[in-house]
């Protein structure tokens, strides 16, 4: 249970901490760190100011600083509540707002308040009285959007990252919407104590999600393609560093080695020709070792002697001493980092290996068949897993390869729509656009494979209703 | 066998889905002795299920065979009893995501009706977080604690047999998330921001009918929430099947050059061409609810 103490501690932005900004339907991840400038919707500021406030506070931007917004002014109505009831004579003269583009910009110099600006325009327009209520409402919410500076700084989530990068950057996330990422993460009942394979391309955001989902209990093994995993999203979440000791990965060109049991992760690998250098350099770190140890006599003889001669030389051995030490400690560091990498392999390895994981949960930009094929072999009979795609057409593939292959039950291509609605007092109406499509997925659940069948045996398209028809038959 | 915990074994007492085929699936709770009537024959807990791994396959007395799945909440929303109107899984993904669910949330609900949505809040909140559920009606709440007691997860979740709207949910101050599926939501707005924490949390309410969304939209408001947003996710599915599409016959075409090799066709009227597509199917649900979701602030 949740302590009741009145502690905010948690609560508080704290210098280094990630955070997102927000203004309207717009968000923005940042760091907080001293002295930075951020931009962010046109406009610059420091976030210097929101260390010790709370989560969730906007700022007003002045010059550059960011100042804790007053409590909330409430909709400040125009006082003459005047208003007319229909548009018939309202004309679009183009005259009607009294006040010039420089005008504005003279106010905005003035350093006057996005409100009061608003306020200005309000008085100046002749046809604001003649508009319905409803269009008033409308303008000044229209110039709020327009004039008020001000940013809420929120903590990251799930829910605000996957609808900011789904804003920002959808390309980087194969226009994955954030209702799909939803789905996902249910469908693959994904939850603290498992054990779930992640194949992203979507910058660490997937991988972010299910993290988060798994409080930082059980494990996440990322398979990773090309030279490292791409986690610029996972750092967005912020998670305290105990999440990290369940994160994972593994290399996908090595997979095939961990299915076959070639797969080499002792100390003698990475690679032989990596390991020789490293000896050659031991060597080379030998030899001048040797050299030297007779050195520091000869130097002290020679300062002793006070001989004019030596300083040269000595500068000389101190140099190629330097250099010898720099090359050491480069190759150290780089012995250091490999014999890393070699135990992270070995970890992931470790747990691949049982091919007992409970999940499995894919969204890339690579054709998703080959990776599902690949990847479905390390799951636990009755284990869903869902894989993610921008395309119907390659999961349509996926279904058809699987339902030839056996070991999958309750196989559902399915897409959703995602509609957005306005609620107001006589205004309630779906939002005008919505989102022509967020991806596409398939979903199922492993099943022990039939030892019986002969692998590549020929089998019908869809063998499913056949084998119904049959068993109806004897029913 | 747990909701929220995976095991690989079948185990006396344990709430095990029987998939029968593509269409229908079964809950079955497995017990020493016990037997299942299936349309492909009986299945004997003690030799067919007990000891044997979540996934396999098992053979019936008449030779057909069915799988045995472990049970998850998305399972287990499709085979449930139903004794009220229950949610989705889409709906259900959408609301655990917006509510920012994750382990260690404290989260209040009402109602509890089948336990559909609860089932899928616990799995995502344990091992550390609680569920406050509150049903008015006493049969359902005494079955729900009942259910939460089989699938052992009663741990993470306190029932509570009240009015809602009338008494709250039984806690103050401490919850993150307010989920709300009741026929008038906003008489409750108060209560679930008088259960939720101080620093803030978020809710939801789903409501078929937009007039109840409207009177939600305006209490939440009124109360001082935030950030107040409506929508609506639909699901589609599509089914994948091979289609062939005839090709029409223009009769022979005299301009064509008829090649010496040119190998024998298929005759006309026979030419096709086929291909892998998806069809949706005849009729889709095209409206569950309306999901209203709040931010309250820090208070």
Redesign the interface.
């Known amino acids: 249970?949740?302590d009741?103490t009145?502690d905010?501690s948690l609560?508080r932005i704290k210098e280094g901490d990630y955070v997102v900004l927000k203004r309207g339907d717009i968000f923005k991840a940042v760091q907080i760190q001293p002295k930075k400038k951020v931009i962010f919707e046109k406009q610059w500021f420091f976030l210097d100011n929101a260390v010790g406030q709370?989560y969730?506070s906007t700022f007003e931007i002045v010059s550059g600083i960011l100042q804790p917004q007053k409590p909330k002014n409430t909709e400040s109505s125009s006082d003459a509540k005047e208003a007319g009831t229909d548009n018939r004579n309202i004309v679009d003269d183009g005259r009607s707002q009294k006040l010039t583009r420089d005008d504005i910009e003279t106010l905005k110099e003035q350093g006057l308040k996005g409100q009061e600006i608003i306020q200005q325009l309000i008085e100046n327009s002749s046809t604001f009285r003649d508009k319905t209520e409803y269009a008033q409402d409308k303008y000044i919410k229209k110039k709020k959007k327009k004039y008020e500076n001000t940013v809420t700084i929120l903590k990251p989530?799930?829910?605000i990252l996957?609808m900011m990068y789904h804003g920002r950057e959808p390309g980087k996330i194969c226009h994955l919407r954030?209702?799909t990422?939803?789905?996902m993460?249910?469908?693959a009942?994904i939850?603290?104590?498992?054990k779930v394979l992640v194949f992203e391309t979507c910058a660490g955001l997937v991988l972010g999600s299910v993290m988060?989902?798994?409080?930082?209990?059980g494990s996440v093994i990322q398979m990773y393609p090309g030279g490292g995993p791409v986690r610029a999203g996972v750092e967005s979440f912020g998670f305290p560093t105990h999440f990290h000791d369940m994160l994972h990965e593994f290399p996908i060109c090595h997979v095939n080695a961990l299915l076959a049991g070639t797969l080499d992760t002792t100390a003698k690998d990475p690679s032989a020709a990596s390991k020789q250098s490293s000896m050659a350099a031991e060597e080379e770190q030998n030899q001048p070792e040797a050299e030297q140890q007779g050195s520091p006599e000869e130097q002290s003889m020679d300062t002793n002697s006070g001989a004019d001669g030596g300083h040269n030389q000595e500068k000389e051995e101190r140099e190629k001493e330097e250099r010898e030490k720099r090359k050491e400690a480069r190759a150290e560091e780089k012995k250091v980092k490999q014999e890393e990498k070699r135990k992270k392999l070995a970890a992931a390895a470790a747990l691949l290996e049982g091919r007992?994981a409970?999940g499995l949960v894919i969204a890339s930009r690579f054709h998703p068949c080959p990776v599902l094929m690949g990847l479905l072999k390390f799951l636990?009979?009755?284990?869903?897993f869902v894989v993610y795609s921008q395309y119907?057409e390659p999961l349509?593939?996926c279904?058809?390869k699987l339902k030839e292959q056996g070991g999958t039950?309750?196989l559902?291509?399915?897409?959703?729509?995602?509609?957005?609605?306005q609620?107001l007092?006589n205004r309630?109406h779906p939002v005008l656009l919505m989102s022509g499509g967020g991806g596409?997925l398939l979903s199922g659940?492993?099943?022990?494979t039939?030892r019986s069948k002969p692998a590549g045996s020929q089998r019908a398209?869809?063998p499913?209703p056949k084998r119904?028809k049959l068993?109806d038959t004897?029913? | 066998m747990s909701f929220?915990?995976?095991s690989?074994l079948i185990q006396d007492g344990d709430v095990a889905i029987v998939?029968l085929?593509?269409e229908s699936m079964v809950p079955v709770k497995v017990q020493q002795g016990a037997q299942t009537q299936t349309?492909?024959g009986v299945i004997r807990h003690s030799t067919d299920l007990i000891g044997q791994?979540?996934?396999?396959?098992v053979t019936c007395s008449?030779?057909?065979w069915v799988?045995?799945?472990?049970p998850?909440?998305?399972?287990w929303t499709v085979t449930l009893p139903h004794r009220t109107q229950i949610l989705y899984?889409?709906d259900?993904?959408?609301i655990?995501?917006?509510l920012?669910l994750?382990?260690?949330s404290?989260v209040c609900e009402s109602g509890t009706g089948s336990g559909s949505l609860s089932h899928?809040i616990l799995?995502?909140i344990?091992?550390?977080g609680?569920l406050h559920t509150v049903e008015f009606h006493q049969q359902r709440a005494e079955k729900a604690a009942e259910e939460f007691k089989e699938h052992r997860v009663d741990h993470l979740v306190t029932v509570r047999n009240q009015d809602v709207c009338k008494e709250g949910f039984g806690v103050t101050?401490?919850a993150?998330a307010v989920f709300l599926d009741i026929p008038s939501p906003w008489e409750a707005v108060r209560h679930a921001k008088a259960a939720m924490?101080?620093?803030?949390g978020r809710v939801c309410s789903f409501s078929p009918c937009?007039e109840q969304?409207?009177r939600t939209?305006?209490a939440l408001a009124d109360q001082g929430f935030e950030e107040?947003?409506?929508?609506?996710?639909?699901?589609?599915?599509?089914?994948?099947?091979?289609v062939s599409l005839p090709l029409p016959d223009f009769g022979p075409d005299p301009s064509a050059q008829t090649q010496p090799d040119s190998t024998e066709k298929t005759p006309p009227g026979q030419a096709s061409v086929s291909l892998?597509?998806?069809t949706p199917p005849r009729e889709i649900p095209g409206h569950t609810g309306?999901l209203?979701f709040a931010?309250k602030?820090?208070t």
């Open positions: 249970m949740a009741n009145d905010d609560y709370l969730s989530s799930c829910r996957a954030y209702d990422l939803a789905q993460l249910t469908l009942n939850h603290a104590g498992s988060e989902r798994m409080g930082g209990y007992n409970d636990s009979p009755s284990r869903p119907k349509i593939e279904y058809t039950v309750n559902r291509l399915t897409d959703t729509w995602l509609r957005h609605y609620v007092p309630t596409y659940t492993t099943v022990a039939d398209e869809e499913a119904l068993t004897e029913g | 929220v915990e995976y690989d998939y085929n593509h349309r492909y791994r979540y996934g396999s396959k008449k030779g057909g799988y045995v799945l472990h998850t909440p998305e399972l899984t889409t259900i993904a959408t655990t995501m917006m920012e994750k382990p260690g404290i899928a799995r995502t344990a091992p550390t609680h101050g401490v993150d924490k101080k620093q803030g937009i969304v409207q939209c305006e107040i947003s409506t929508l609506e996710v639909l699901l589609r599915v599509h089914d994948v099947r091979t892998k597509t998806t309306y209203t931010t602030p820090r």
